[in-house]
């Protein structure tokens, strides 16, 4: 009971990518991972207002892809690359002088991005918003939106109360235990002035479902009437 698994890690090498993907050494590992995990803070930090999704990191000999994953591509650049130029000299000198190279992919529907959608909720939180209306409406928005499950947890000290608890709410089908169903998850945490509020979101995109072949159904004229039927049955023996 209560033992957790991350839905992203438990899908890795089945219908999910890592995000950080490069080999290294075990000499080289723990200053490769320590960078990957400042690159991604800096990256946070610095795009605040670009509702950033996921930072992808890719590794060769002297050099380092960053692939930056928003809803707000205008923000990421800036007025004529402006900050996507001041975020490679950053990003070069952290990694001691390797040549830096930023994508940008584009996020065409935020409301169904897991990432996204807790901060959009840890947002509201932060508002003082009702976290019951908050959840709600979030849940609203993604199944309008064509999602096929949703599910939102929020835990702390919620509306201020002096004993923190969870409240959670779902809507549509969530398997976590249907690796062929690639649920996307996010987790964002709202400050407030009562304490840290927890976000945790389950999301099951409508692109990512399976196909899944149901059986021929025989229209009515072809099935077998109840006489045939009978007369196939193998008689009782004398």
């Given amino acids: 009971m209560g033992q957790k698994v991350n839905p992203i890690g438990y899908r890795l090498a089945v219908n999910r990518d890592w995000r950080s993907r490069w080999y290294a ?3 080289d ?3 490769f991972l320590h960078g990957d995990i400042a690159i991604r803070r800096y990256v946070k930090d610095k795009l605040r207002q670009a509702a950033v ?22 923000v990421v650049i800036g007025r004529k690359g402006s900050e996507i130029e001041r975020m490679t000299d950053d990003i070069g000198r952290m990694s001691g002088g390797k040549s830096v190279k930023i994508d940008i992919q584009e996020i065409k529907t935020p409301e169904l991005d897991a990432q996204l959608v807790a901060e959009n909720v840890a947002l509201q939180l932060e508002r003082r918003i009702s976290f019951r209306r908050a959840m709600k409406k979030t849940i609203q928005s993604s199944m309008d939106f064509g999602a096929i499950g949703i599910k939102i947890r929020c835990a702390g000290r919620l509306g201020g109360a002096e004993i923190s608890r969870s409240e959670s709410f779902r809507e549509g089908k969530i398997p976590l235990h249907t690796l ?10 709202a400050h407030t002035m009562y304490g840290i509020i927890g976000v945790k979101v389950w999301l099951w995109k409508p692109a990512d479902a399976p196909q899944v072949q149901r059986p021929e ?6 099935r077998p009437d ?3 039927r009978q007369s196939h049955a193998p008689q009782a023996a004398h």
């Fill in 226 to 228: 109840r006489g045939d």
């Fill in 29 to 31: 590992f723990p200053a």
């Fill in 53 to 74: 999704s996921r930072v992808g990191i890719e590794r060769a000999w002297n050099s380092i892809r960053v692939t930056i994953i928003t809803a707000r591509p205008g």
């Fill in 180 to 189: 062929r169903a690639p649920i996307d998850y996010g987790f964002f945490e």
């Fill in 25 to 27: 050494s075990p000499q």
């Fill in 217 to 222: 159904r025989h229209e009515r004229g072809d």
